[in-house]
C-alpha cells in the first residue's frame, strides 16, 4: 500500500525495498519531527524545482541527508548515545571521538541537520525558529540562527536532549554561550573548546607556540571528558582511524570541487553545498552513504563536463562564494540565475600544509595544529586565505555572504571586501544575509545586490 | 531610435525618453500601491511630453525594485548599472554616485569608461534614506520641501541616532517637548543621515567628483551635511531623481544598437 512519504522518498532515491525494511523508523521520527501529509506533498515540489534531480547522485546526497535525520531524531530510542557538536570547528575531533567508540553513539551537529533536511527539503525551519524566540533566544538580539534551530528543535522535542554537548569558543563564541543556556534548561554536561584568538596581524601562517599548546590541551580536554562521561578512549588509533573512515569522502569532495571549475559550471552551487555541509553535519552515514553519493555525481557531473554541459552559459562570471544558504536553496538559484557561476568555495584551496618541523607531543595538539592552519583562529589568516584562494583560482569575483548576527562573519565583512579587492584586485560584494533562516533575507530582498554584482562582473569581463 | 528608461522605485517612478543624446521628455510620478498603474501613467506623461507614441519606441530598458512590472520592457538592469550610466552621461567626470532614494541609499564607484567597479547598499535599515527624512517631517509637522532650507539656519545642531528610523521619531518627539528648535532638530536629523550613508560608502572610498543623485538630491541640507561629513565638494546633477531612469535609456540605446 502507497504511503504518503512514498514519492518523496523515491524521489530522494530510496528503493521500494528500503522503505519498507525502514517503515517504522520512518514512520516514527515523521511523526516526532511534525511531519504530516501537506508537509511531503509540499517536499515533493520543492525538491522537484530546487534540485537537479536528473543526477542520482543529487537524489543520492539528499537521501544520506535523511537517513541521518533519522539517526539523529530517534537516536535515543535507539539506545544510542548522544554527543552534539557545534558548527564549524568541532567536526573533526568529533569524527574522531566517533571512531574511537565502542558504544553505540550518535555524534553530529544537528542544527546543520535540520536546515539541510527540515529547511531544504520540507522548508519547515520557521517553526524551530519560532519555539527558540520563545525560549530564551528572542527576535530582534541579533542571535544566531543555527543556534535558535538546536534550542527550538529541543524545545519541540525533535531531537533528544544529548548526553553531552561540546562546542568551541573560538570563532563562534554565541554557540558556546547557546549551549550554556541549553545546559541550564536541559541539564546535560557541556564541554567547551577554547583558543587563543588574539594573534598578532600577519602572522598567520605562523603562530605563537603557546597557541598551539592551549588549543591542544583544550582538544585533550574534550577527549578526557568523553572518556569520563561516556567511556570512549580516544587514542592514536581511533584518530588514524577516523582519517581512514573519511578519507573516500573527502577525496569524493575534492573531485566534486575540481569539476565545479568547469566551464559551464555543470550543476548548481545548491548541489556541491550539500554535498559539502554532509562532512559538517554528521559522522556517520554522511562517511559511507554520503561518500557514495558524491563519487556517483562526479561521474555524472563528469559527464556533463565532457559533454560542455552545465546550467549557466560559458563565460559565466566564476565566483569564489564563502558560504551557501543551508535552509533555502532558492537563495542560491537567485544567484545562478543572476548568471554568478558559484564555482569555487575555500575548499577549492586547501590550507598551507603542516611544517614538519613543528614539535606535536599530544592527539589534542595534533588536531589543534590543523585547526590552526585552518580560517577560525586568524581575521588576518581568513583575509589571506581569501586573497591566496583569488589569486590562484581562475575567478572573476568573490560573494563574501554574512550574516549580520554573526559577530566573526560581520566582522570580516568589509575587511575581506577591502583586503581581496586591495591585495588580489578581484571585484567582491559583501553581502548581508542569512543562510539558516532566510525569513527576512529572501531571494527577492538580496536580488538587487546580486544581480547588480553579476552585471558589474559581466561588464568587466567584457572589457577586459 | 528613440529609448525608454523606466525607473521604479518604491516611492517614485521615473520614465525617460531619449533620441540619440537629447532627453525628449520625463515624468516623475509617485508610486502608491499600484505599481502597474503607476508605470503606465509615468511613462504616458513622458511619453505625451516627447510628443511620441508607445509603439514607436524601439527599446525599453526598466530598473529599480519594481522592475519586473513594467510589461513593455524588453529588459530589465539594476538600479546600480543605470545610475552609474546616467550620471555618467551627465558628468563624464564623475567617478563615485550617492543615490539616496525613498527606501535605500547607495554608494557606487565608476571607472573612467563609466562602468561599475564598485557599490554598497543600505542594509536592512531605512535610517540614512527618504523615508527617514518623509518619518521626521511627518513629526515636525514641515513639508519636506522646506527641511533643507530650514537646516541651514541651524545655530546648535541636535545630536540624533541615525541607526533607526523608528528610534530615531521617537528620539526627534522628545527632543522636540524639550524645546529644541526645529531647525536645530532638522539638522541634526541631516547630520546622522549623512554620518550613515559616508560610514556605509568608506568601503567604496570617495573620488571626486561625486554625484548626488535621487529624490533626495533635492535637499540642500543633505547636500551640505554629507559635504562636511566626507570632506569633499558634491555636485548634484540636473534633474537628479531621473538618473536612473537616464541610465535605463541609454542602456536600451547600446542594446537597440547591439541588435540592431
Known sequence: MAEYYDKLLGLCSFSTKEIDSLKPRLEKAFEKLGLNRQDFSRAEERVATQHDLELVGVRKILRAWLLDLLDLVLSREEGKKVVYYGYPSIQ?????????????????????????TLGQIFDKITPLLEAAEKSGLPPGHGLCSLQQV?????????????DLVTGSSYFC???????????????HPAIYVDGIMDSAWGEYPQWLPERLKFLGAQIDKLYATVNDVLGIKVTQQSSEKAMQISRRFFKALGRLTKLMMADPMPVSGVESGMALNL???????????GAEAIETLCDEVQARVDKSQGILEKGAPRVLNFIQPFSDPSITHMMEKAGLALSSSLVTVPPPKRDPSIQI??????????????????????AKRFEDAARLVNIDGVLWGYLFNCRPLAQYSHLVKQWVEKNAGIPTLSLEMDIYDSRSYGPEALKTRVEAFAEMLRARKAAM | MILGGVDVGAATTKTVILQDDKILGFAVI???????????????????????????????????????SVTFRNKTVTEIICHAAGVSWMMSGARTVIDIGGQDSKVIGIDEDGRVNNFIMNDKCAAGTGRFLEVMARVLEIDLDEMGPLSLQAKKPCSVSSTCTVFAESEMISLRAKGEKREDLISGIHKAMAHRVAIMGQSVGFKKQIALTGGVAHNIGIKKALEEEIKMEIITPDQPQIMGALGAALLARTEAQRKA
Open chain 1, 150 to 162: 538546536r534550542n527550538g528543535a529541543l524545545a519541540l522535542g525533535i531531537i533528544p536532549v544529548p
Open chain 1, 92 to 116: 573533526g575531533p568529533g569524527m574522531t571521538i566517533k571512531a574511537a567508540s565502542n558504544i553505540n553513539l550518535y555524534i553530529g551537529c544537528p542544527d546543520v541537520v535540520l536546515c539541510h
Open chain 1, 173 to 187: 563564541d554565541m554557540g558556546s554561550k547557546a549551549d550554556e543556556l541549553l545546559h541550564e534548561i536541559y541539564g
Open chain 1, 361 to 382: 607531543n599530544t592527539l589534542g595538539e595534533d588536531r589543534a595544529e590543523a585547526a590552526l592552519r585552518d580560517v577560525y583562529h586568524s581575521g588576518y589568516g581568513l
Open chain 2, 30 to 68: 509617485n508610486t502608491g500601491s499600484d505599481v502597474i498603474k503607476a508605470t503606465n501613467k509615468a511613462t504616458h506623461q513622458a511619453l505625451d511630453g516627447a510628443g511620441v507614441k508607445l509603439e514607436e519606441l524601439d527599446y525599453v530598458v526598466s530598473t529599480g525594485y519594481g522592475r519586473e
Open chain 1, 279 to 289: 562532512a559538517a553535519a554528521s559522522t556517520g552515514v554522511s562517511m559511507t552513504d
